[in-house]
């Protein structure tokens, strides 16, 4: 049974930083692509950071400098560091297998407030 459980989400003020992770179980984690989505109310859920295999990433223009995506293949878990958090960064934040795999996480609640 393949699972994402996404951690780390909580409410932080603006300018604070927080770091998300997801523990992948029952997929080879090593061979895929990794991502972190997120999902503010009433928008379309975008993609905010990506991790390959061999650890080349991409981010949303929003997040560069600001966000850093990593992955530990020995715990089979992908992080999200987010520094310098603004409002608009308030979304439900997923995790997701880009390839050759695709699941998603359930999703953890980022607040941050003004």
């Known amino acids: 049974q393949v699972q994402l459980v996404e951690s780390g989400g909580g409410l932080v003020q603006a300018g604070g930083s927080l770091r998300l992770s997801c523990a992948a179980s029952?997929?080879?984690?090593?061979?895929?692509?990794m991502g972190w989505y997120r999902q503010a109310p009433g928008k379309q859920r975008e993609l905010v950071a990506a991790?390959?295999?061999?650890?080349?990433?991409n981010y949303a223009d929003s997040v560069k400098g600001r966000f850093n995506i990593s992955r530990d293949n020995a715990k089979n878990t992908v992080y999200l560091q987010m520094n310098s958090l603004k409002p608009e960064d308030t979304a439900v934040y997923y995790c997701?297998?880009?390839?050759?795999?695709?699941?998603w996480g359930q999703g953890t609640q980022v607040t941050v407030s003004s």
């Open positions: 997701r297998t880009l390839g050759p795999e695709d699941y």
């Open positions: 029952g997929i080879i984690f090593r061979l895929n692509a």
């Open positions: 991790i390959s295999p061999g650890d080349t990433t």
